[in-house]
Structures are given as structure tokens and as C-alpha cells.
């Protein structure tokens, strides 16, 4: 039974709903296992299985102690079970904790110290680490074992897996009621706790429908495990892939393509780490995924020399979506590669940043002055001029509200409006807006180069470098006390490239960097082997890590 309520949501009602209307239909599909041939062998669950599974284990969880508003961590690997304990959670009401495992044992502590987890449901290494280093000791109180049980105690999930399939008792809960904390990468910082409400969370579900118009035809390979859980509340089928979703960019091509083929997807979500080096591959070998139409890729900036590789192995009707946004809002904007191929990438060549796209109509952007202080309250004066770069700042209802138990971080990131219970989130990022109101992304605020001669931006600055043919990638870093800075660009050569006649280049990288005016006065130039990267995406440099790299090097440090 469903307590309806007017102005109550969950996400685990789409579920419900989807297993209504499509019971037979394949929610979820997993590689289970390979033959002796290599061949691979899927496991699944149809929309109505999903829904039954979800049930028994909400009733096996509620026998367990865990409750509505209940903090629980789950930390399991892409499967089916992930789908059913996230679901399941979601319709008790407990508040679901999603924490990226590749921050690295370290931050994982700080996060699970942060969150106060109240019930932990892992597999075995999970739980060695957290008692071992001791995750959050004094607030888990609820253990869940998803496998063998070592040297802990608790409860072990095949246990909990109720005989019944009766429906569970589905509350519907107040749109500003908090539903999961999931946390940031730390790509540019520590990881933070955001806060999702239920009314932000079923919101998201909403505007992505209506963005991208998938509709219950559509089969997803879902590269990233917590989309596909928007694939399953949208009707589409979630093909999880055979790779380890820590580590995108080392994603083997020949996995994906199987799975593409073998289930004939529609729809494909992935990094751009991951779609450079899937299209590389495809490429190389000639191959045609002629059933995929649709194609979304975020987590950084698109490139457009990837873009253009990726399109060879498409439909003449397919399109690659960039859309924007963080984990604190998402969506944002949205830009389809026939607009950025057809038009902006000349722009962008030439230092403009990267276009991505109009601001969603649910969403108002703002550019603002560039400021690392808090923003007390909104004021119009704090708008730039029309084509400035400023910061992008944000406003809506997919907009979170609050990080977990970070006071400071909410109060630099947010912007209350006056006389509202609405604020604007400060992205993190700098950005314009140009006379057709798209959005022009120029790069992180924190990354951003303070010279004696004025601000510098990566993204524009490293558009001028990045065409050279040798580079694979740059990365602009500050050497030095801010406002007196020296600008450095680092290199990552092509894979292929034998790392010879390293002054010629250096040569003409000068010459291209004296060629555009934003760039005249970068003349440092150093090679690097491979540039650090984020552990969700594996697309976002760490230029934290490169500046201090750089800075050794120049200082004549091995």
C-alpha cells in the first residue's frame, strides 16, 4: 500500500509504477560469469523481479533495525543487489549513503566520520576496512554482510531476504525531507557530504525525461553505476558493463562493445575518459555501433577531437550529449555534439572555453565577480557584464541546499536569496554567457592562474596548446604567490609519441602561445608522463598536484 500524499515523493515510486506498466520488461542486466570460450553469461531483473526483490529485502532491512531517516552506507559493487538494497532503502525512508570507494581508504574514514552512519551494508572487504581502521565505530551500529562474514558481527544480507513477496509499505515523504547524502569526488578538495532531499532526487528524474526524451524502448549501458538507478526510475533497461567503475579510462573497449551489441543499447552514459578510449579503439578496428542513438558524457569537459572520433563509429542520426553540472546540481545545461562540431568548436579552438549549451529551462544561471570570500546574500550588483567571465552560480530545483555537517564549506558555496527560502550554489567554476544565453565553461575558480598582468584560465589557455599534434593533454598551473604567479603549461604527450626532440616542441608551443592574446605571456613550458586524474571520471586533472609538481621541477628538484 502507498500512503498518498499530495505533496509527498519518493523515488522508489517510479519503481512501483515502471512494474505496473512493464512488469516482463528487463530493469537491470549484469555479467555474471564467462565460459571456457570467453563467451559471458548475464544475469537480470525484470522491472516486476526488481520491484519483488526490492520489497523482501525492505522488510529483511526494517528487521534489521534500520528506520526511516536511518544513515546507512552501502558499499557494494556494481549488481543486481545494489539495485534492490538502493530501492529497497529508499522506500523505508532511510537515508541512503553513496560514497565514490576510489577516494582512497583515508578519505573514506574522514567521510563515514562525517556522515555518522547509523548502519553499514558492504561486502567482506568493506567491513575489513571498516573495522580494521575503524569507520565511524561509535555511530554504526547495524552491520550488513553482503557475502562471507569474517571477523565481525552482524548480520549477513542473504538472511535478510524476506520469503515474501507481498508489497511493502511505501511512504511517501515531504519533498524537503533528506534522502541521501552522496558525496563529492574531492577532485578539486576534500570530499563533502551533499545533501539530496526526496523532492531534488525525484526532480532530477523528472528534467532528465524531459532533456533527453528516453522513453521505455531505450537500453542504457550505464558506465556509472548511480545513473543507472535514473535508468531504472525512467522505464529504460541498465546494462551494467564488465569493468571496474572506480577506473573508467582503463575500461576494456572490447567489454563494451560486447555489451553495446550483445543487448543492442540504445543509450550509453560515460565519462570522457571513457569515451576517448572506446573510440580510439573502435577506430583503430573499423567498428560500427549502429544501435546506439543517444550518448551522454560528463564529468568534464568534451573534447572536441574526441567527439569527432566517437561520431565515426555512430549513426548518421546519433548524437553525444555533454550535459553540466556537480553533484550539488545536476543538470544544468545541455549541448548536443552537432552544435559544438557544427559551430562552437571553432570558438573553442581559439581559447573562448567550452560551450555547454543553454541552462536548462528549470534552472537560472548567473555570472557573478570572482571572489574565494562568502557571499552573505544575493544582490543583483554581484552580476558581471554581458560576456564577462565570472563565476557560474546556479539556481533551482534541482540545487541541494546544504553539504553534511560542513557549516563553513555551505556557507562558501551558497548564496541565500532575501526573503526567499531559495539560495543560489556557487559552482565552483568560471564561465560567460554569450549573446544567445549559452554557457561557456572556462574552468575551475580554484584553478584559475593570478599573474602580474591579470587572472588566467585553463581551459581557454589550454584550447591553444591541446592542438598541437604531440600534446594528448595540458594543463595550465600557477607557480608562486598568488597575483605574482608564473604560468606553466604542463604536457601530456600521445601515447605513441617517443618523447624525442622535446626543445623543438617546447619551441612551438611558444610559437602557438605567442599567436593568441590570452597567451602571450605563458613561456614555461615542462612534460609530464601522466597527468594525475579524478577518481570518478578519471577526465578531471589534478592541477593541485601538477602545481606543486611544477614547482619542484623548476626548483630543480628531481
Not at 515523504?173 to 578539486?188: C, K, L, Q, R, V
Not at 532526487?201 to 528516453?214: K, R
Not at 557560474?392 to 556557507?411: C, L, M, N
Not at 592542438?467 to 604560468?487: E, I
Amino acid at each position: 500500500m502507498t500512503n498518498k500524499s499530495p505533496i509527498g515523493v519518493n523515488m522508489a515510486l517510479a519503481l512501483h509504477e515502471k512494474a505496473q506498466q512493464l512488469p516482463h520488461k528487463r530493469a537491470v542486466i549484469f555479467p555474471y560469469t564467462r565460459d571456457e570460450a570467453g563467451r559471458v553469461a548475464y544475469t537480470q531483473f525484470t522491472f516486476k523481479q526488481l520491484e519483488q526483490e526490492t520489497d523482501r529485502y525492505a522488510r529483511g532491512l526494517t528487521r534489521a533495525g534500520i528506520k526511516r531517516g536511518t544513515r546507512t552506507v552501502l558499499m557494494l559493487k556494481p549488481s543486481l543487489e545494489f539495485f534492490a538494497l538502493t530501492f529497497a532503502l529508499f522506500k523505508i525512508g532511510a537515508v541512503v549513503v553513496l560514497i565514490d570507494p576510489g577516494v582512497g581508504l583515508k578519505n573514506l574514514g574522514i567521510c563515514l566520520r562525517e556522515a555518522e552512519p547509523e548502519a553499514f551494508i558492504g561486502v567482506p572487504k568493506a567491513h575489513a576496512a571498516r573495522v580494521l581502521l575503524r569507520w565511524a565505530p561509535h555511530s554504526i551500529k547495524i552491520n550488513i554482510t553482503h557475502g562471507l562474514r569474517l571477523f565481525w558481527t552482524g548480520w549477513i544480507l542473504s538472511d535478510l531476504r524476506d520469503n515474501s513477496t507481498e508489497p511493502f509499505p511505501m511512504t511517501l515523504f515531504p519533498p524537503d525531507e533528506m534522502g541521501a547524502i552522496m558525496f563529492t569526488s574531492g577532485s578539486t578538495g576534500v570530499s563533502k557530504g551533499v545533501v539530496y532531499t526526496h523532492g531534488i532526487l525525484t526532480s532530477q528524474v523528472q528534467y532528465l525525461q524531459q532533456i533527453y526524451g528516453f522513453d521505455q524502448n531505450d537500453i542504457d549501458l550505464a558506465t556509472f553505476p548511480l545513473f543507472a538507478l535514473f535508468d531504472v526510475c525512467l522505464g529504460m533497461t541498465a546494462i551494467i558493463p564488465d569493468m571496474d567503475a572506480t577506473r573508467p579510462a582503463d575500461a576494456d573497449p572490447v567489454k563494451l562493445i560486447e555489451a553495446i551489441e550483445n543487448q543492442g543499447a540504445t543509450c550509453m552514459f560515460g565519462s570522457p575518459a571513457l569515451v576517448n578510449t572506446l573510440s580510439r579503439y573502435g577506430v583503430n578496428h573499423g567498428i560500427r555501433l549502429t544501435t546506439l542513438k543517444k550518448i551522454i558524457s560528463c564529468g568534464a569537459p568534451a573534447r572536441n577531437d574526441v567527439l569527432q572520433r566517437f561520431h565515426q563509429m555512430l549513426p548518421d542520426d546519433a548524437e553525444i550529449y555533454t550535459p553540466y553540472g556537480a553533484t550539488e546540481a545536476l543538470p544544468v545545461s545541455n549541448i548536443g555534439s552537432r552544435e559544438i562540431l557544427g559551430e562552437t568548436h571553432l570558438e573553442t579552438a581559439k581559447g573562448g572555453g567550452t560551450c555547454i549549451g543553454k541552462p536548462d529551462t528549470h534552472v537560472q544561471v548567473e555570472i557573478i565577480r570572482i571572489t574565494d570570500d562568502v557571499i552573505s546574500a544575493w544582490k543583483d550588483d554581484l552580476r558581471v557584464k554581458p560576456g564577462e567571465i565570472g563565476e557560474i552560480a546556479v539556481r533551482g530545483p534541482i540545487v541541494t541546499k546544504s553539504y553534511f555537517k560542513r557549516e563553513e564549506s555551505t556557507a562558501l558555496a551558497k548564496i541565500p536569496v532575501p526573503g526567499t527560502s531559495d539560495l543560489y550554489h556557487r559552482m565552483g567554476d568560471v564561465g560567460r554567457l554569450d549573446a544567445q544565453g549559452r554557457l561557456w565553461f572556462c574552468g575551475r575558480k580554484s584553478h584559475r592562474v593570478e599573474t602580474a598582468e591579470g587572472p588566467l584560465f585553463t581551459i581557454p589557455c589550454e584550447a591553444i596548446f591541446n592542438q598541437h599534434p604531440r600534446v594528448f593533454r595540458s594543463a595550465l598551473v600557477g607557480v608562486g604567490d598568488k597575483g605574482s604567479q608564473r604560468p606553466v603549461i604542463c604536457i601530456e604527450l600521445e601515447k605513441e609519441d617517443s618523447g624525442l626532440d622535446l626543445e623543438q616542441l617546447k619551441k612551438e608551443l611558444l610559437e602557438l602561445a605567442q599567436k593568441a592574446s590570452h597567451t602571450r605571456t605563458i613561456s614555461t613550458f615542462l612534460i609530464h608522463p601522466k597527468f594525475p586524474v579524478d577518481v570518478r571520471h578519471n577526465a578531471k586533472i589534478g592541477r593541485e598536484t601538477l602545481a606543486q609538481w611544477a614547482a619542484d621541477k623548476l626548483r630543480g628538484k628531481p
